[in-house]
C-alpha cells in the first residue's frame, strides 16, 4: 500500500474510531473494529473505491454490527456486568459535539439506552443523529430501504428521549459541581447530598475495585446518599486496597462533570455525575481496570489543574 493510500485511511481514523466508539461503547472495540476495517482498505483494489469516506463508514459500521450480533458480545452483556468504558474530554474518539444530539449520543446514559435497542436501531440512531447522514445514505450504508431507516429512528428516539446531557459542560463548570459534590458527600451528612439529588435520582457501580460480579444498582436518592457517605469516608482498609492515598480530580468525562480517582498518575476510579438542571440526576462509578485503560492513557498526556483533594 502505497503512502497515499495509507494517508487517506489515517484522514479519517478518528472519525471512523468515534463512529465505532458510539456503536459498540468500548474504547478498545472500537481500535480493533477501525483496525479491521484498515485491513479490508488494504486488501482492497482501490480504483473502485470512487468515494473512500463512504466506503470506510460502511465497512467499520456493519463491522461494528458484526461484532453486536456476535454470540460473545450478546452473552457478555446478558450477565449485567456490562457498562460503557469512559473517555476524558478531548478525546477524539468522542467525535463531533456541535449540537445537542451529537452531545447526547456519546453521553454514558445514552450509550447504555442504546443496548435496549437491535443493533440496526442503534446503527441508525449514530449515523443520523450523531453523524448527519441522511435517511437516504443510511439506507445505503445499511442495506435497508429509507422508509425503513426512518421507521428505525422513530422508535430509537422514542427509546432514548430525554435521557442525555445536552447541556456543554466546561471544566470551570465540572469542577465547581464536583468540589461541592466531594464536599457533601465527605460531611459524613445525608442530607448534604440528597440536596444535590433529584427525587428520581438513580445510582450505578461496578464496585470498589471493580470487583462486583454484577453491577450494583442504587434506586433511591437515599440509596445513593448511603452508599456515597461510606465510600467517602478514608480508612485504611481502603486505602491499602487502592495501593495508597489517592487524589481526586475534578474533569469532565463523555460530556458530564466527572470525580476522577488517581493514584500515582493512573486512574484507579471515576464517578460519573448526570445533570438535569441543576441537580445531580445519576451517578455511575467505573473502577474495572478494563474499563478505565485509555482514560488512563489520555490522562497520563495531560497537564492537570489542582486536585481538589490531593491526598484522600
Known amino acids: 500500500m502505497d503512502t497515499a493510500t495509507v494517508a487517506r485511511f489515517e484522514a479519517s481514523r478518528n472519525r471512523l474510531a468515534s463512529l465505532a466508539y458510539r456503536l459498540l461503547g468500548s474504547a478498545a472495540d472500537a481500535e480493533d473494529t477501525v483496525q479491521d476495517a484498515f485491513l479490508r482498505w488494504q486488501a482492497a483494489d482501490q480504483e473502485y473505491v470512487e468515494t473512500p469516506e463512504a466506503w470506510l463508514t460502511k465497512i467499520v459500521t456493519n463491522l461494528a ?112 459541581i464536583v468540589e461541592a459534590f466531594v464536599d457533601a458527600a465527605s460531611s459524613g451528612r445525608t442530607e448534604r447530598l440528597l440536596a444535590l439529588l433529584t427525587d428520581d435520582a438513580t445510582g450505578v457501580s461496578d464496585g470498589f475495585g471493580g470487583l462486583a460480579e454484577k453491577l450494583i444498582q442504587y434506586s433511591t436518592p437515599e440509596r445513593i446518599a448511603s452508599a456515597l457517605r461510606g465510600g467517602f469516608k478514608p480508612s485504611l482498609a481502603k486505602r491499602m486496597l487502592a495501593g495508597g492515598s489517592p487524589s481526586i480530580h475534578a474533569v469532565v468525562v463523555n460530556g458530564c462533570p466527572a470525580m476522577l480517582v488517581t493514584l500515582d498518575d493512573r486512574v484507579v476510579g471515576v464517578a460519573i455525575l448526570e445533570i438535569r438542571g441543576d441537580k445531580i440526576a445519576g451517578v455511575r462509578g467505573i473502577a474495572a481496570p478494563d474499563r478505565l485503560g485509555r482514560l488512563t492513557a489520555e490522562w497520563r498526556r495531560r497537564e492537570h489543574a489542582v486536585a481538589p483533594i490531593e491526598s484522600w
Open 65 to 176: 454490527l458484526d461484532r453486536l450480533r456476535s454470540a460473545k458480545v450478546r452473552r457478555e452483556r446478558a450477565v449485567g456486568a456490562w457498562m460503557p468504558e469512559p473517555l476524558l474530554d478531548g478525546d477524539p474518539m468522542l467525535g463531533p459535539a456541535d449540537t445537542v444530539e451529537q452531545r447526547e449520543s456519546v453521553t454514558l446514559a445514552v450509550l447504555t439506552l442504546m443496548e435496549r435497542l437491535s443493533p440496526v436501531e442503534r446503527a441508525v440512531y449514530v449515523l443520523y443523529e450523531a453523524f448527519s447522514y441522511s435517511h437516504a445514505e443510511v439506507a445505503e450504508i445499511l442495506g435497508i430501504t429509507e422508509s425503513g431507516s426512518q421507521q428505525h429512528i422513530h422508535r430509537a428516539r422514542r427509546r432514548i428521549a430525554a435521557a442525555g446531557n445536552s447541556a456543554r459542560i466546561d471544566h470551570a463548570s465540572a469542577r465547581r
